[in-house]
């Protein structure tokens, strides 16, 4: 018989154990696994860790760039909706083969070059309502972690040095190698990307099938493009940085890796093969996005039928586009098109729309904060939709729901209802990250003295002005006197001063 003495109950709340954060309630659709599974994060109850492949700065920003930014910005907001804290790094490649070519032939500095466009890749991120990741480290900025992963891959025998001083990842040393993909090694041709394969780099393999961890400084590109190492001054290859910056950043191991799923083979297979070769346990979960296709093609630079984001966004309003490429599910392909963009342009003037009306309806009750939002209960079908793998097919089709219930109740000028059904409307969309008064869309939506800057109210009074001033010059160039002058009164009424001079018309508030 015990002698033990029980423990005494709780009766404080200091004596009480601290609650412990609920699980997710997701389930995704695992790469490796090739089935859908729970979600459990193992690292940290309560925080899910996430990698996502981020940009190689190399050119412009397209659509395609901004599936997968998107994708995972909705993956975030659901786990953050659903009570869980998101750590989310997304790298910034900015060393790479690609990079020194192309600012080669532009004649700019590599460096200048990667700057520029990871400028541009925030521009279309903010543009488009991605929100920022926790970290974004970049691989010019993880030199020495990169370094020491390959030391410690050359001591455990997974790697090796080549006579050029090329340092190569030995593929037949780890038994797992192709299991994310399910390949056999024997049946690979290379494990390189196109994109990285040169004589110089395959000059020293023993197996074709290795692929570059480390590649030696070349007489022909730039000296501040590589860095001194161990076994010889060069750069790191491709994969390198993201298993180095993952364990930086999340640990050794964490629970989901993402990206598009052509990173798949061979980046995210390389990446695993260093990590596990380095001992760490990395990604518990791989989520991978399916690409943007164009007339059945997917879209790539090589086919010539890119769509840089700026360019589409001269053409199109910012949420349109982002309501085009974020309600398709993730592994499904979205066919972008004009028929596509005229459907989501529609979809978003009815939804916006009824949310301004509802707000001029009921008042400042619908003008709610995004907190206020984000703790508003959903729909148990539009939770179940978004806990099945993301389903946003089920969830947008009860966004259609509510929307037709907040039509009919603003034709009937139900004021209460119609606050209560906008709410709700917010709410989902704000999961998708389309609320109409949220930021970054708050001010096209009800305008600029609802949140815009004073430089962006000018700068729309200033189109108006100007089209009005062109309006008036054409009529004096008629002869039109009357049609002048009363333009010009309605300029002066508006408290518009107009001054006519030799190089044009200028004005200026009164």
């Given at each position: 018989?015990?002698?033990d003495?029980?423990?005494?109950?709780?009766?404080n709340?200091?004596t009480r154990?601290?609650?412990?954060?609920?699980?997710?309630?997701l389930?995704l659709?695992?790469?490796?696994a090739?089935?859908?599974?729970p979600?459990?994060p193992?690292?940290t109850?309560?925080?899910?860790?996430?990698?996502?492949?981020?940009?190689?700065?190399?050119?412009?920003?397209?659509?395609?760039?901004?599936?997968?930014?998107?994708?995972f910005?909705?993956?975030?907001?659901?786990?953050?909706?659903?009570?869980?804290k998101?750590?989310?790094?997304?790298?910034?490649?900015d060393?790479?083969?690609k990079?020194l070519?192309?600012?080669?032939?532009?004649?700019w500095a590599?460096?200048?070059?990667?700057?520029?466009?990871?400028?541009?890749?925030?521009?279309?991120?903010?543009?488009?309502?991605?929100?920022?990741p926790?970290?974004?480290?970049?691989?010019?900025?993880?030199?020495p972690e990169?370094?020491?992963?390959?030391?410690?891959?050359l001591?455990a025998?997974?790697?090796y040095?080549?006579d050029?001083?090329?340092v190569?990842?030995?593929?037949?040393?780890?038994?797992?190698?192709?299991s994310?993909?399910n390949?056999?090694?024997d049946?690979?041709?290379?494990?390189?990307?196109?994109?990285?394969i040169?004589?110089?780099?395959?000059?020293?393999?023993?197996?074709?099938?290795?692929?570059?961890?480390?590649k030696?400084?070349?007489?022909t590109?730039?000296?501040?493009a590589s860095?001194?190492a161990p076994?010889?001054?060069?750069?790191?290859g491709?994969?390198?940085?993201?298993?180095?910056?993952?364990?930086?950043?999340l640990?050794?191991?964490?629970?989901?890796?993402?990206?598009?799923?052509?990173?798949?083979?061979?980046?995210?297979?390389?990446?695993?093969a260093?990590s596990?070769?380095?001992?760490?346990?990395?990604a518990?979960?791989?989520v991978?996005?399916a690409?943007?296709?164009i007339?059945?093609e997917?879209?790539?630079?090589?086919?010539?039928?890119s769509?840089?984001?700026?360019?589409?966004?001269?053409?199109y309003d910012?949420?349109?586009l982002?309501?085009a490429?974020?309600?398709v599910h993730?592994r499904?392909?979205?066919?972008?098109?004009?028929?596509?963009?005229?459907?989501a342009?529609?979809?978003?003037?009815?939804?916006?729309?009824?949310?301004?009306r509802?707000?001029?309806l009921?008042?400042?009750?619908?003008?709610?904060?995004?907190?206020?939002?984000?703790s508003?209960?959903?729909?148990?079908?539009?939770?179940?939709?978004?806990?099945?793998?993301?389903?946003?097919?089920?969830?947008?089709a009860v966004?259609?729901?509510?929307?037709?219930?907040?039509?009919?109740?603003?034709?009937a000028?139900d004021?209460?209802?119609?606050?209560?059904?906008?709410?709700?409307?917010?709410?989902q969309?704000?999961?998708?990250?389309?609320?109409?008064?949220?930021e970054?869309?708050?001010s096209?939506?009800?305008g600029?003295g609802?949140?815009?800057?004073?430089?962006?109210?000018l700068?729309?009074?200033d189109?108006l002005?100007?089209a009005?001033?062109?309006?008036?010059?054409?009529?004096?160039?008629?002869?039109?006197?009357?049609?002048?002058?009363a333009?010009?009164?309605?300029?002066?009424?508006a408290?518009?001063?107009?001054?006519?001079?030799?190089?044009?018309?200028?004005w200026?508030?009164a």
């Amino acid at each position: 018989m015990s002698t033990d003495t029980p423990a005494p109950e709780a009766t404080n709340e200091e004596t009480r154990p601290a609650a412990q954060p609920a699980e997710p309630t997701l389930r995704l659709y695992d790469s490796a696994a090739r089935a859908v599974v729970p979600l459990a994060p193992t690292v940290t109850p309560g925080t899910v860790a996430i990698y996502l492949c981020g940009a190689t700065v190399q050119g412009s920003p397209h659509i395609g760039h901004m599936r997968s930014g998107i994708a995972f910005d909705v993956l975030r907001r659901w786990l953050e909706r659903s009570g869980q804290k998101v750590v989310l790094v997304r790298n910034v490649t900015d060393i790479d083969d690609k990079i020194l070519t192309k600012s080669a032939e532009a004649g700019w500095a590599w460096w200048a070059w990667a700057q520029r466009f990871e400028r541009e890749f925030d521009a279309a991120y903010r543009a488009l309502g991605v929100t920022a990741p926790t970290y974004e480290p970049h691989a010019t900025g993880q030199i020495p972690e990169m370094i020491a992963l390959v030391q410690r891959l050359l001591d455990a025998g997974h790697a090796y040095v080549g006579d050029a001083g090329n340092v190569y990842f030995d593929v037949r040393s780890l038994k797992d190698y192709g299991s994310l993909t399910n390949q056999r090694v024997d049946d690979l041709a290379t494990t390189e990307d196109e994109s990285q394969i040169d004589d110089d780099v395959e000059a020293d393999k023993r197996d074709p099938r290795d692929f570059a961890l480390w590649k030696a400084a070349k007489p022909t590109e730039p000296e501040d493009a590589s860095w001194d190492a161990p076994w010889g001054r060069g750069r790191p290859g491709w994969h390198l940085e993201c298993s180095a910056m993952s364990r930086r950043f999340l640990g050794e191991s964490f629970d989901i890796h993402g990206g598009g799923i052509d990173l798949r083979f061979p980046h995210h297979e390389n990446e695993q093969a260093q990590s596990h070769g380095a001992g760490w346990g990395f990604a518990q979960h791989w989520v991978h996005n399916a690409w943007v296709t164009i007339k059945g093609e997917k879209m790539s630079k090589s086919l010539g039928n890119s769509l840089v984001v700026a360019e589409l966004l001269k053409r199109y309003d910012a949420p349109v586009l982002r309501l085009a490429l974020g309600t398709v599910h993730h592994r499904s392909t979205v066919e972008f098109s004009e028929e596509t963009l005229a459907d989501a342009a529609g979809l978003w003037d009815r939804l916006s729309g009824a949310v301004t009306r509802a707000l001029e309806l009921a008042g400042g009750v619908v003008d709610a904060p995004s907190e206020e939002i984000r703790s508003r209960a959903l729909p148990e079908e539009y939770s179940s939709a978004m806990d099945d793998d993301l389903n946003l097919a089920g969830a947008v089709a009860v966004v259609h729901a509510t929307l037709k219930r907040l039509n009919t109740a603003l034709s009937a000028s139900d004021a209460s209802a119609s606050a209560e059904l906008a709410l709700d409307l917010r709410a989902q969309l704000d999961v998708l990250g389309l609320d109409p008064l949220a930021e970054p869309w708050r001010s096209r939506v009800i305008g600029a003295g609802a949140g815009a800057s004073d430089d962006a109210a000018l700068e729309a009074l200033d189109h108006l002005v100007s089209a009005l001033i062109d309006e008036r010059a054409q009529a004096r160039a008629a002869k039109d006197w009357a049609r002048a002058d009363a333009l010009r009164d309605q300029l002066t009424a508006a408290g518009v001063v107009v001054e006519d001079s030799a190089t044009g018309a200028r004005w200026h508030l009164a």
